[in-house]
C-alpha cells in the first residue's frame, strides 16, 4: 500500500474513532480484582435491617437500638466487621459501631479544633469518614475546614486545613478547604477530598502536599480536564482499583469520572425504565469491590443503585412506608451488605439480600415520632418573639396550583403573618445539616433549613434591597452574567436564637416547618406565646356519596335514606377552624377527623364503640394524599376568593404519614334508624358539637 493510501486510511480510521466518541454511549472499565466474591449483580433485592439508633436525637451509647445519635453522617467498615460513624451536630464525635452491635465512642466530645486521644480530641460537624490499609479513619471535619486522621486507638492528630475557609494548595498545614464534606483513600494511601463549597476535588499525597485534582473557581456544570471542569457543591468522592475517582456532585443531579489525570466525565445514565426518577441531589457514594456504585439521595433519601455503563435501579427507600430523610453515609462490607446513615432520621441502617425469614421483619424507620421538639421557649420568628402573631395556616391544608387544580398538594408546615421586608428571626438555636441547606432563590419558596425547622417565603440572608446580613454565614453567587444566582449557608453553620435569617418576601408570611422531608411534624406542638384556641372547629355540612361520586341525599321522615346494597359509602365533612384573635374570615384547616355510628338512643354500634379517627394531620404524608383526604370541591375553587373549603373524605384514612382509601359499608348493619357522628378536632382538643350528627335510615 502506498504512503498515500496509509494517509487516508489514517485519517478515515481517526474520522471514525472521533466519531464514536459522540455516538456510542461510553462505558467506563470495570476493576476486575484478582480473586474476591463474585460480580455485583444489577437490581438485587435487598432486605432492610436497623443497625443502631432509637430515632431520637441525643447522645447514648448502648447495644443497637437503645443508642443515640444526632447526625449521624460518614460510615466505614472495617475487615473485622466493625462500623465507624461520624456522629455530627451537638454529638461532634467518631462512634464506633462493634460487630455485636454495641455503640460506644472512639474520639471527640466537644464542637471544636483540637488534636487529642479519646475525649480530648475536639471536630467541628465532622461529616464522610475514609478507611486506609492500616486501619486509619480520614475525617472531612466540615466545620474546621479540615482533614483529619484518626487511628484505631483513638489518636487525632490533623492531615491538612483548619486555618478557617479559603483556597489555597501547596504543604497540607498551610492548605486551606472550604468546608469539605466527602473524603477518601486510594490503594496508595493518597487522600481525596470533596472540597464542597471551593467546587473541586484535591488531593492530599502521602508526602503531605494538597493539590487540586479537578474544578475551577466557582460553581458550574463542566466537562473537561482539571481547572476547565466545573462542580456545584459536590459532597462525596470514592476511589476505585483503576484510579478512577468519582463524585456525588450534589447540585448538578450527576455522577461525575475523573481519571488519574484530572479529566471529567459526567457519568450517562440510562433512561428510566420504571417511571421512577434517576438519582436527584447525590448526597452520598460506596463502591463495590468490582468498581459499581451506591449512591444516596439528598432529595428523596432512597438508596440507589448505579452500574459503570448507566444503568441504576432503587434498592431502598423507594417502598411504601420506607422513607428515609437524609441518606448521608454509604458503605459496602467484604459481603457485599450496603451500610447507611440516615441523617435525619438518628439511626443506621443495613440493606442485606432478601431472605425468606427476613421479609416479614418490620424494621422501623425515620425518626421516632416523640423526637425532642427544638427548644423555642415560645418564641416566633417575627418581632417581638415573645409577642402574639396571626397564624394564617396550618399543617396538612389543602392548597392548589393556580392553573385550575384546587387539591394539587398539602400544607406542609404553619404559616405565621407577617409583613413584607420584616426581619426573620431564628426561634432555637440551630446548626445547619443539608450541605444545600437553602433554596429556591428569589422565589415565593425561597427557605432556609436551620436544625429541625425550616423557614420560607423570605429573602434568604438578605435586606429586601438585597444586601446581605451577614457576609460571614450567608454566601452570595454569580451567575455567569454576574446576576446573583443564589445564597450557600454552609454545613455546620450555628444560629443562634433572634438571629436574623431573612426578610419576608411578597407571600407576606413565614412558613415554619417542622421535621425533616417526609417527616414533617405540626409545628403547633412548639408553643408559641400568647397563642390561644377556645374555638371550636365549625362543621357547615356531612354529606354522603356512592362510589360514582353521586350524592345520596333522599330524605324519610327528616332522615337521610342509605340503600343497604350500596357498595360503599364515602363520608365527605366540610367542616373549618379558627383560632383566638383571628380575624373571622382567616379558615383553618382541622387536626384530626373521625366518624361514628350510633343508635338513635345514642349507644354505640357494635365496632363504633369509640369513633374511628381516621384523619390526622400530627405528621405530614405525602403529597399524594391530597385526593385521598379533601373531596371535589376543596380548597380555593373561585378565582379571587379568599375563602378556602376544607371538604374532608372522613371514610378514607391519612395519619402517622400513610393514608388509604375506604369507604363505610352499610351492609354491615340491621336494617332501621341510626345516627352518624362526626368528631373534628382543632389541634388544642376542642371539637365541634354543632351540625355534627346526621340521621340516617338502612330500609
Do not use: C
Not at 67 to 88: C, E, K, Q
Not at 612 to 635: C, E, H, K
Not at 678 to 694: C, F, K, M, P, V
Request: charged share 20%; net charge negative; hydrophobic share 40%.
Amino acid at each position: 500500500m502506498s504512503r498515500t493510501a496509509w494517509a487516508w486510511a489514517v485519517v478515515v480510521l481517526t474520522t471514525v474513532a472521533l466519531a464514536a466518541t459522540f455516538l456510542v454511549t461510553p462505558r467506563f472499565p470495570v476493576p476486575v480484582p484478582e480473586s474476591g466474591p463474585p460480580a455485583t449483580p444489577f437490581g438485587w433485592s435487598g432486605q432492610l435491617s436497623l443497625v443502631a439508633g432509637d430515632g431520637m436525637r441525643g447522645l447514648r451509647d448502648g447495644t443497637g437500638a437503645a443508642a443515640r445519635f444526632d447526625d449521624p453522617w460518614g460510615i466505614v467498615v472495617a475487615a473485622d466487621g466493625t462500623r465507624y460513624v461520624a456522629d455530627a451536630g451537638d454529638n461532634n464525635r467518631i462512634r464506633r459501631i462493634a460487630p455485636d452491635g454495641t455503640v460506644s465512642t472512639l474520639a471527640g466530645g466537644r464542637e471544636g479544633f483540637a488534636d487529642g486521644t479519646g475525649a480530648t480530641a475536639a471536630f467541628h460537624t465532622p461529616s464522610a469518614l475514609a478507611l486506609d490499609g492500616d486501619g486509619n479513619l480520614y475525617v472531612a471535619d466540615t466545620g474546621n475546614h479540615a482533614i483529619r486522621k484518626v487511628t484505631s486507638q483513638g489518636v487525632v492528630t490533623t492531615l491538612a486545613g483548619g486555618g478557617g475557609p479559603g483556597f489555597r494548595d501547596g504543604p497540607a498545614r498551610q492548605a486551606l478547604f472550604n468546608g469539605p464534606i466527602g473524603v477518601a483513600v486510594d490503594g496508595a494511601g493518597r487522600v481525596y477530598v470533596a472540597d464542597t463549597y471551593n467546587d473541586r476535588i484535591r488531593v492530599i499525597s502521602r508526602e503531605g502536599q494538597v493539590s487540586t485534582l479537578a474544578g475551577g473557581d466557582g460553581p458550574g456544570f463542566q466537562d473537561g480536564t482539571g481547572d476547565q471542569a466545573r462542580f456545584d457543591t459536590p459532597t462525596a468522592v470514592a476511589v476505585d482499583a483503576t484510579g478512577v475517582a468519582w463524585v456525588a456532585d450534589l447540585r448538578n443531579d450527576a455522577i461525575r469520572r475523573i481519571g488519574p489525570k484530572g479529566g471529567v466525565s459526567t457519568l450517562p445514565l440510562q433512561p428510566d425504565l420504571d417511571t421512577q426518577a434517576g438519582p436527584r441531589r447525590p448526597l452520598a457514594l460506596a463502591l463495590t469491590h468490582d468498581g459499581h456504585l451506591y449512591v444516596g439521595e439528598l432529595s428523596t433519601g432512597r438508596v440507589m443503585q448505579v452500574m459503570r455503563d448507566g444503568r441504576w435501579r432503587a434498592l431502598a427507600g423507594h417502598l411504601p412506608g420506607q422513607r428515609f430523610s437524609r441518606t448521608a453515609g454509604l458503605a459496602v462490607d467484604a459481603a457485599g451488605d450496603v451500610h447507611f446513615t440516615d441523617a435525619g432520621s438518628h439511626r443506621v441502617h443495613r440493606i442485606a439480600p432478601m431472605t425468606a425469614a427476613a421479609a416479614a421483619a418490620v424494621t422501623p424507620v425515620g425518626p421516632a415520632p416523640d423526637d425532642p421538639l427544638p427548644d423555642t421557649g415560645g418564641r416566633w420568628p417575627l418581632a417581638p418573639q415573645d409577642g402574639w402573631h396571626e397564624v394564617v395556616g396550618t399543617l396538612g391544608e389543602v392548597r392548589g396550583d393556580y392553573q385550575g387544580e384546587s387539591r394539587h398538594h398539602l400544607h406542609g408546615g404553619l404559616d405565621i403573618r407577617g409583613d413584607v421586608g420584616a426581619t426573620v428571626l431564628a426561634i432555637a438555636d440551630g446548626k445547619v445539616s443539608s450541605p444545600s441547606a437553602a433554596w429556591g432563590f428569589d422565589g415565593l419558596g425561597e427557605g432556609l433549613a436551620v436544625g429541625a425547622l425550616a423557614y420560607i417565603h423570605m429573602k434568604v440572608g438578605r435586606t429586601p434591597r438585597g444586601d446581605l446580613l451577614d457576609p460571614a454565614r450567608f454566601q452570595l453567587l454569580h451567575d455567569l452574567s454576574g446576576d446573583p444566582s443564589r445564597i450557600r449557608v454552609r454545613r455546620g453553620t450555628r444560629f443562634s436564637v433572634g438571629d436574623a435569617l431573612g426578610t419576608v418576601n411578597r407571600m407576606a408570611h413565614v412558613h415554619l416547618s417542622l421535621g425533616p422531608p417526609g417527616y414533617e411534624r405540626n409545628a403547633i406542638a412548639l408553643g408559641f406565646a400568647g397563642f390561644t384556641d377556645v374555638y371550636p372547629p365549625r362543621i357547615d355540612e356531612v354529606a354522603l356519596f356512592d362510589t360514582l361520586d353521586q350524592p345520596i341525599d333522599a330524605k324519610q321522615d327528616g332522615r337521610i335514606v342509605v340503600p343497604r346494597d350500596l357498595q360503599g359509602i364515602r363520608i365527605v365533612v366540610d367542616a373549618w377552624d379558627q383560632v383566638d384573635r383571628n380575624l373571622p374570615r382567616r379558615r383553618l384547616g382541622l387536626h384530626a377527623l373521625g366518624y361514628q355510628l350510633l343508635h338513635p338512643d345514642g349507644t354505640p354500634v357494635p365496632g363504633f364503640e369509640t369513633p374511628r379517627m381516621t384523619i390526622d394531620f400530627q405528621r405530614l404524608p405525602s403529597d399524594d394524599a391530597v385526593q385521598v383526604a379533601y373531596a371535589p370541591g376543596s380548597g380555593i375553587t373561585v378565582h379571587g376568593s379568599a375563602v378556602t373549603r376544607f371538604r374532608y373524605s372522613v371514610t378514607n384514612t391519612v395519619r402517622d404519614g400513610a393514608w388509604a382509601e375506604g369507604a363505610w359499608q352499610p351492609a354491615s348493619l340491621a336494617p332501621g334508624d341510626y345516627l352518624l357522628r362526626i368528631t373534628a378536632r382543632d389541634h388544642s382538643g376542642n371539637e365541634a358539637q354543632a351540625r355534627r350528627d346526621l340521621p340516617l335510615r338502612l330500609p
